[in-house]
């Protein structure tokens, strides 16, 4: 069959223009976010002093040397619910390295509720009660899960937005646990 | 003229042709190409939606007609939500005490009473977060009734309603904070017809 060229020329033209447009309207409309994402990598994550739940005061920077997974989620978030446990198994495994996971609840519920929530799914680290300026200085929460992978060095090395898999987190998990390991062996 | 019409009916041309050449297409394949960036546009919109985060969800209100409710007499008021594509919000009687219920909130004017709001029952959905646990949701389009109920000493005429639907949205990979959305609608009421008999005990015209 003998292909008219104008007609591919036609196709190909229509095909990356919209493309084009796709990627323009989803960058467009995910602007502030990602613009946050962007200026957060590379950069020293905020510090802040938080409640756990138990009443103890938890600062960011307490967890220094320590690769931390900073987790934003809440009791109302149902992907926050399919992370949680593979937090925990995680923590599990790579706290000889140098994890630390630390959940950030950005709720209206009490610690009571919270506490009960994250001991249903088997949480075994650090839960902080969220307040809204953290989530500011860190570019923002527009939704939740929000995660951070913060270095050993203090650095944002990813942030993540929404519900990724297992590996995903992983592979996040060992970058930042890699990251600064220079500035640990020299302390 | 003539010449150009004929032309014109006979092909179209495209000058955007790499070797400056124009090419004629016949009408017939200009418009079986027609509906093709169309159909790009959607797909291209399409796959945007399914990044998530890209978009912020959105539920929206019909403009709700005014229904004339008798004083005196409940009447139910239908209200249209829209919930944009590709999001879901909890209904009224999550699965899970933690979820938040979508819930509508209203004032009613004096003498007016706003009796029960009847919400649709929730779809069982799954989602790929959790492909073996059933939410129920709403998506698309849902309504809810509202029950009101003037009193019978109320004066006819139009009464606006005044209230807040509250949600919480989802994608298929993240969940929103919960929002408010005004709600407002009129219901006019009417005197009704004056058909009702008086107490035969009291009237001094009775013959039994």
């Known amino acids: 069959m003998k292909r008219d060229p104008v007609v591919i020329i036609v196709v190909a033209l229509v095909v990356s223009a919209m493309l084009g447009f796709g990627v323009y309207k989803s ?21 802040f002093a938080l409640q756990s739940l138990d009443g103890k005061t938890v600062r960011l920077s307490d967890f220094r040397g320590k690769a931390v997974l900073l987790n934003f989620w809440a009791t109302w978030c149902q992907p926050c619910k399919i992370e949680m446990p593979w937090f925990a198994d995680l923590q599990n495994r790579y706290a000889s390295e140098g994890l630390q996971v630390v959940g950030i609840a950005m709720d209206d519920a009490g610690p009571d509720e919270i506490g009960k929530f994250a001991k249903d799914l088997g949480v075994n680290y650090v839960v902080l009660i969220g ?43 060992k970058k930042a646990l890699s990251q600064g390991q220079a500035v640990q062996a020299q302390k | 003229m003539r010449l150009f019409e004929q032309h014109l009916n006979r092909a179209v041309t495209i000058s955007t042709y790499p070797c400056h050449r124009a090419m004629r297409l016949s009408p017939k394949l200009a418009a079986n190409l027609l509906p093709l960036p169309c159909w790009l546009v959607l797909t291209c919109l399409a796959v945007a939606q399914d990044i998530p985060g890209t978009r912020v969800p959105s539920v929206t209100m019909s403009p709700a007609p005014t229904i004339t409710i008798t004083r005196g007499k409940p009447g139910t ?41 009847i919400y649709p ?33 109320v004066v006819p005429g139009k009464y606006a309603f005044h209230g ?21 609608f009129q219901v006019k009421v009417a005197k009704g017809s004056s058909t009702h008999k008086k107490n035969p005990g009291q009237s001094p015209h009775v013959h039994r």
């Open chain 2, 121 to 153: 029952p929730g779809e069982d959905m799954s989602f790929p977060f959790a492909p073996t646990e059933k939410l129920s949701v709403y998506s698309g389009v849902f309504i809810l009734g509202v029950v009101v109920r003037p009193l019978a000493s």
């Open chain 1, 27 to 47: 960058r467009r409309s995910s602007g502030q976010t990602k613009n946050s994402e962007a200026s957060m990598k590379g950069q020293l994550a905020p510090d």
């Open chain 1, 131 to 173: 307040k809204e300026e953290v989530g500011d200085s860190y570019g923002g929460v527009p939704f939740l899960p929000t995660t951070f992978y913060i270095g050993r060095d203090g650095t944002v090395v990813d942030k993540v937005f929404g519900l990724k898999g297992r590996g995903e987190i992983e592979s996040a998990i």
């Open chain 2, 77 to 117: 008021v239908d209200l249209h939500f829209r919930i944009d594509g590709g999001f879901h919000i909890n209904s009224n009687t999550p699965k899970s005490e933690f979820l938040i219920p979508t819930v509508l909130k209203l004032t009613a004017p004096t003498d007016i009473v706003v009796g029960k709001v």
């Open chain 2, 164 to 184: 807040q639907l509250k949600y919480q949205a989802c994608d298929k990979a993240a969940c929103y904070p919960p929002k408010q959305l005004p709600v407002d």
